[in-house]
Nanobody
Framework: QVQLVESGGGLVQAGGSLRLSCAAS????????MGWFRQGPGKEREFVAA????????YYADSVKGRFTISRDNAKNRMYLQMNSLKPEDTAVYYC??????????????????WGQGTQVTVSS
């Protein structure tokens, strides 16, 4: 059974940092693009960051550019999201996702085939 499991969420003050992890099991995603999405309270799910299979290319939403860094470790079948200078508007459930090998990287949620259950990030002002 293929699973993506996020961890590392929590409560942090504005200006603080968190590092999210996404652990994949059941298959390897070393040849697949992966990404992070988030859904804030009362909001639709939105794209945060994406990374190609090798980790050599990254793509960010304007709202997080310069503050968040996406990375991956294919040997460990893991992906990460380092979040710095967090703002209250970053409060959301964060989801990791993987696609099936069709895209170099993608910011469109419907292009992803596998999803984690989400981890809550709350940023207090």
């Amino acid at each position: 059974q293929v699973q993506l499991v996020e961890s590392g969420g929590g409560l942090v003050q504005a200006g603080g940092s968190l590092r999210l992890s996404c652990a994949a099991s059941g298959r390897t995603f070393s040849r697949n693009a992966m990404g992070w999405f988030r859904q804030g309270p009362g909001k639709e799910r939105e794209f945060v960051a994406a990374i190609n299979w090798s980790g050599g290319s990254m793509y960010y939403a304007d709202s997080v550019k310069g503050r968040f860094t996406i990375s991956r470790d294919n040997a460990k079948n893991r992906m990460y999201l380092q979040m710095n200078s967090l703002k209250p508007e970053d409060t959301a459930v964060y989801y990791c996702a993987a696609e099936s090998g069709r895209y170099y990287y993608t910011g469109l949620d419907y292009n992803y085939d596998y999803w984690g259950q989400g981890t809550q990030v709350t940023v207090s002002s």
